[in-house]
């Protein structure tokens, strides 16, 4: 297997820089256009064959280290009671979003090995089906980031209705988060039982928390899913946008690695979370919109900053944008391999 | 006249920190809110006697130590060619967004005394009505973020058209954020030579560029505003929203305040901005939405955290929030004047 993914996880030595993209699967690919013309976000999700399909396509397309998922962060919603679609154009929309302290207590509790079994069922099917050309990553989000999409119930540029909520009805609050973080920490450990091999936490938005806010609200539930996980035996990465004043709080909480996002060069990033941990980034997406040599030329500059370290795993700051040229990720990927580490 | 916050801006010992609110004045105020369905935006900013009615509702209604002109970033716009308009819960949008080179070519130029003469005649009429009370505050965007507006036409999140055409057309993107400088240079001596006290520069979206792209691709064009106003005799605020990241080369590029938002604690920001800086900030605009005690005790640990060290002015991390109760924003002026400082 090509394991420079796992090995870069671990901080060992690795022959060039491993490279994944986050939302390498989506709509800059023709394949998975053609593919959402016929079935909805969530159709794709919930049908192991499909979600296997789109898993695959960045995968034979570009030369990744690695497979993530094909899912969505929202899906343990619908077992919980949240009612949700997808707005073209504009993201998820809750139908009944969390306001009150009642709307938590009537949030129900599910066994993911049941309630979301298809996704399980995609796992198994894609370790198959990978035959091990390279690792399959699982992820699911912080409950920060979970809440806040279960209270704004749709797009939000302050997340003004999360925060009040959480500093009008604190126990309300900590009582949502903390359901959230026993929701994912079991679903996370059935994804690793069904076969991924290292999984991904995504708290895209704390970085909308000052970091006062990020450690009594958010910090100790996300710890509880790190916690719980730390015994499974594959590698956890933390990611969020944003995050530079709260980095090494977010390396509190829990990750081997921690994924940051463009604001920030990288070896400060990367000091700022210590050296015993592993960094992942940090490309701005919008570059790849651009000229091929820009391209390149700031691949170059995060592969610099990174200084050859055991540890660190390129990937963009945040998602391959839909308007990104599919020619210019895939130009980026070889470059990056192209450059061997003087390990 | 109440002089702490020009005191302030000067790093001179104050008796109270002095305290003013991005956005003191708008929706969340009954009155604002009165006018605004008998006037738009746009008629209010270009009426001197609603402006100035506008600019004191706040400083006769909350005890903030000076006055913020009441006008619009993108006024410069019209006189440029760029048709905008606001649409309703979704801020400003622009007719015909700037898209190519020879967009920026045809773009004109014009003098802001005649051109904006009624931002003028509202500062001079202000002078008279505020009666040395408070100062008086006058305001311009920055090259970075007035062509952001104007390259993605509306609301963006990502800043994906912005960026695209900084990498692909780096000439035509210096030449407009060239074009975008010069005309600030000009408008915002203009504002201060009909009698403003003080300018805020707001680079409201520079928080989205990584550091390297800041110092490329805006750094040099918002140093030439500051350059060009460093003579006039009026403390300059530079204010960005996430800037966590490049706070250092705001200050570079100009500023004898640099605002902050929530993000970072306000000591660490101050400490890398450097102490021959005062500081502006930086209480999260949602904790105003919550319980009024927490309300006192983010704006004591703001408070704390400046320290009592001359050059400190209060205020939010960004503009009040049209859902804040006017009652807190009140209640917060006051507690922030009861606490005596020993200076």
């Known amino acids: 297997m090509n394991d420079r993914f796992l090995r870069a996880c671990r901080r060992e030595p690795v022959d060039v820089t491993p ?29 192991p064959e499909l979600a296997s399909a789109v898993t695959l396509q960045p995968v034979d397309l570009i030369e990744v280290d690695a497979a993530i998922l094909f899912s969505d962060l929202l899906l343990p919603f619908t077992p919980m ?32 090995r049941e309630a979301l079994g298809h996704v399980l069922d995609t796992i198994k099917l894609l370790r198959r089906e990978l035959a091990n050309r390279v690792p399959l990553i699982g992820f699911g989000g912080a409950p920060f980031t979970m809440a806040s999409y279960a209270i704004e119930g749709g797009p939000s540029t302050t997340y003004a209705k999360t925060k009040t909520f959480m500093y009008a009805q604190p126990d309300a609050w900590h009582d949502l988060c903390g359901r959230f973080a026993a929701i994912m920490a079991e679903y996370l450990a059935a994804q690793i039982d069904a076969g991924v091999q290292a999984v991904q936490i995504f708290d895209s938005w704390a970085g909308q928390l000052s970091r006062v806010d990020y450690q009594e609200f958010a910090l100790p539930h996300t710890k509880r899913i790190f916690d719980a996980l730390a015994g499974k035996g594959v590698p956890l990465i933390h990611f969020g946008v944003g995050t530079t004043a709260i980095l090494r709080d977010l390396a509190t909480a829990g990750g081997d690695v921690i994924g940051v996002d463009w604001r920030q060069p990288l070896d400060e990033a990367w000091a700022q979370v210590g050296h015993d941990h592993g960094i992942q980034g940090n490309l701005d997406p919008t570059v790849l919109l651009g000229p091929i040599e820009r391209v390149f030329s700031a691949a170059d500059e995060v592969l610099r900053r990174a200084g050859g370290r055991p540890g660190h795993i390129f990937n963009l700051g945040h998602g391959v944008l839909p308007t990104t040229p599919l020619d210019h990720v895939q130009q980026l990927a070889k470059h990056v391999h192209g450059l061997r580490l003087k390990a």
């Open 19 to 47: 490279v994944w993209f986050m939302r390498q699967a989506g709509r800059y690919m023709e394949d998975y256009r053609a593919l959402r013309h016929r079935y909805s976000l969530l159709q794709i999700c919930a049908e």
């Open 81 to 112: 009671g949240l009612d949700f679609d997808f707005v073209k154009g504009e993201g998820p929309s809750i139908a009944n979003p969390i306001r009150h302290a009642a709307d938590v207590r009537r949030l129900r509790a599910f066994d993911p």
